[in-house]
Structure formats: structure tokens, C-alpha cells
């Protein structure tokens, strides 16, 4: 009932076979004991191991152990993982494609052979340094400062909401060359002994009631010293960056999807079976007209993401098609969960009925990577020709 308009028929064989073996994997796996790791804000590290059986890590990249898999399919990894659970996702987001993805846009050859394989693997885990406590929307302006000397680094800075940041092997950061102004991208890895460089300090922030179950951090950086090898020689300025925003905002559209689809489904079944006055809720008249609309809605964001996914296979997605397609899921999203938990009334507010770890989960998907609003900006220069931001 949640692919309305049966999007999913027209999917390739080996499309198939990825979104059925995420479905089980979330399905089996994932949904008995999310609910806890969630509500003890801690990472479920035992599905690590699962996850890399999968095969799906890396998803687009071609080689170094990945899938190289079509846009189409990367997006059936992100709804399938949210329609389980946003943090597992985030986790996916940020590993298989910020952190990879980067690594795959703007490394030389010898820096893929060197990181993509393990990462691949998930022998190690990845994260994706750019946002700071000053800069969100405006990254281009992020403050973090590099400097050569010699044949190393000095870094100095500090990022802040960095998923897996406390823990990651290798970590793709970003800072400004003191020489010439322009962004870098550098690598951080761990040693030998699981430590990070002298000067790299993470830490967990607390307090979230959103994404509990992936943890992020906030990275001080004081005179941290990386060899040259560690610069990704494809990183020049911030229209590189951009390159691997672009690349992997479609994500967090599929995972608006995953979302809606997740409750949409809960709200439905939940109207069928509850009975108030004597028949089943969903008898009523008001309750078939919401859920009547959240289809439409949720079915409009699966008709953005599958046209999203057919150009960006073709390389004919533009940037503000792109933010287009994440500030219409996001907004539509969160609108789906908003009702699918009213719905629901109280029973909406409890973990066991899984949708208020939805609904608090795509406040956070409406945030990062790019905020509704500015999504809105991007297209509106598009439409206009005239940038309202620098």
C-alpha cells in the first residue's frame, strides 16, 4: 500500500535483490533491538559486522571492494534503513557516502587503494568533518585553519556535530590553507594503538532527542600535525566540497522516504485495528482524509526521489534539482510522522510503537545536510538568476 503507484516494478533485478536483502537485514536485525539502543543513546556496534555482509557499502563507488551499484539502488539502502531506523542510516550516510564518497571524489588513486578497501569492509569506520559551531549552512566560510610546514599539516580548529566523529578510524576534514585561503580536505586516521593524532580531541554531545542511536561529535583541533600524504590532492576549494555534497544529498531524500513510508504504514495498520466508540478508527471520515493525504504525499516524495535518481544516473541532476527534491521530502516528511503520531494519540508517544523515534528523526533529517531554507535559496537562484546568500 506505501508504493502507492507501484515505483517499485519497474526495478532492475539487481535493485531488487538490494532493497529485499536491506528490508530483511532491517527487518531481522535491526527493529528488535533498536528501540533500546536508542533510548540508551548508544550505537548497536553489533550490526557492524551484519552490515558489511550486506555488500551494499560504498553503494555508487565502482571498485575497492564496493558494490558500484546504480543511484536508483543507493536509494533503496537509505528507505529501507529508515523505515527501520534513521540512525543506523545516519551511520550509513556518513560512512558509505560523505566519507567515502569524498575520499572516492577527491582522492588520487593511491589514496583510494589506501582507505577505500577497509572502509569497504568496515574494518574501519569514516566520518565526514566539515560543519562548525559558527558555520552550518554557511560551511563555505568554516574557520579551521591549516598550514604547511615541512612535509606536514599544522590544523587547528573545531567542528562540531561530526556523526561518529568520537570514534571513526578515518575522518575526512576540512580546513582553510593559510597560505592561499582556499578549502582543503585532509584525512585523520587512528594509529596502530586506536588513538588519534596529539591535538585531535573529540567528545559526545549529549542531550539529543533526535538520532539517539548514532552519536556525534564535537572535535577540537589544536596544532594537530598530518603528513602531506594525508591531503586529498583532488581538494582545491569549496566548489570541490560541493562536488560531494551534491553527490550525496539524494541520501537524505531517500531516507525522508524511508520515514514517511515507516509510519504511513503504522498509522494505517494502527487505524484498521484500534477501536474507539465501538468500530475501528479507521471507519471515520476524518481519519481516511489524513490518511488519504499522507499517502499522496508520501507518494509524491517516492515520484521526486525515483526522477532524482534517473538523472543523477544519466549525470543531468543539477544542484537545485537536488535541494528541490531534499526540501520537498524533508518538508512532507516530517508531515507524515506529525500525523501518523496524532494518530496514534498517546500510544503515538511510546518507543514500542516506533514512530515518535521516526517523527524526532526527521526533524534532524530536515536540518542537515542543508536546512529547508536553504534548499529553498538554492532553487530560488536558479529560478531567478540572483543568489540571496553569499
Not at 58 to 73: D, E, H, L, N, V
Not at 115 to 132: S, V
Request: with cysteine; glycine share 10%.
Amino acid at each position: 500500500m506505501s508504493d502507492y503507484f507501484r515505483l517499485d516494478d519497474d526495478l532492475t533485478p539487481d535493485e531488487v535483490l538490494i532493497r529485499n536483502k536491506v528490508r530483511d537485514f532491517a527487518e531481522q536485525q535491526v527493529m528488535p533491538i533498536i528501540n533500546e539502543y536508542w533510548e540508551k543513546s548508544e550505537f548497536p556496534t553489533e550490526l557492524l559486522e551484519p552490515l558489511a555482509a550486506l555488500g551494499i557499502i560504498g553503494t555508487t563507488i565502482q571498485g575497492y571492494g564496493c558494490p558500484g551499484m546504480s543511484r536508483k539502488a543507493a536509494g533503496m539502502v537509505a528507505r529501507e534503513m529508515a523505515r527501520a531506523d534513521g540512525s543506523l542510516n545516519t551511520f550509513l550516510g556518513v560512512h558509505s557516502n560523505l566519507c567515502m564518497g569524498a575520499l572516492n571524489i577527491l582522492g588520487s588513486e593511491e589514496q583510494r587503494q589506501r582507505w577505500l578497501p577497509a572502509l569497504a569492509r568496515i574494518e574501519k569506520t569514516g566520518a565526514f568533518a566539515l560543519t562548525e559551531p559558527d558555520h552550518g549552512s554557511d560551511s563555505v566560510a568554516l574557520e579551521t585553519q591549516a598550514r604547511r610546514d615541512g612535509e606536514q599539516w599544522v590544523i587547528s580548529g573545531h567542528k562540531r556535530w561530526i556523526g561518529n566523529g568520537h570514534a571513526a578510524d578515518v575522518t575526512v576534514l576540512f580546513a582553510r590553507n593559510t597560505e592561499d585561503g582556499n578549502v582543503n580536505a585532509f584525512v585523520v586516521e587512528k594509529d596502530a594503538k586506536g588513538l588519534y593524532p596529539d591535538g585531535y580531541s573529540p567528545t559526545v554531545i549529549t542531550g539529543k532527542v533526535g538520532k539517539r542511536a548514532i552519536l556525534q561529535a564535537d572535535i577540537t583541533i589544536d596544532e594537530m600535525r598530518l603528513p602531506a600524504a594525508n591531503r586529498l590532492d583532488g581538494c582545491h576549494d569549496f566548489r570541490d566540497v560541493s562536488r560531494v555534497l551534491q553527490a550525496t544529498r539524494g541520501g537524505a531524500a531517500w531516507e525522508a522516504v524511508g520515514h514517511g513510508m515507516a509510519t504511513f504504514e503504522i498509522a494505517s495498520d494502527y487505524a484498521r485495528t484500534r477501536h474507539q466508540f465501538g468500530k475501528p478508527i479507521g471507519s471515520y471520515q476524518l481519519v481516511q482524509s489524513r490518511l488519504a493525504n499522507m499517502l499522496s504525499e508520501l507518494t509524491v516524495m517516492q515520484l521526486l526521489c525515483t526522477r532524482m535518481a534517473e538523472l543523477a544516473d544519466r549525470g543531468q541532476l543539477t544542484n537545485a534539482q537536488a535541494s528541490m527534491v531534499k526540501m520537498a521530502t524533508a518538508q512532507k516528511g516530517k508531515w507524515i510522522c506529525s500525523e501518523a503520531r496524532d494518530l496514534l494519540g498517546g500510544n503515538g508517544l511510546l518507543l514500542e510503537n516506533h514512530v515518535i523515534r521516526h517523527m524526532t528523526d526527521m526533524e534532524v533529517v530536515s536540518t542537515y545536510e542543508g536546512t529547508d531554507s536553504m534548499q529553498a535559496l538554492i532553487v530560488g537562484r536558479d529560478i531567478t538568476g540572483i543568489s540571496a546568500f553569499k
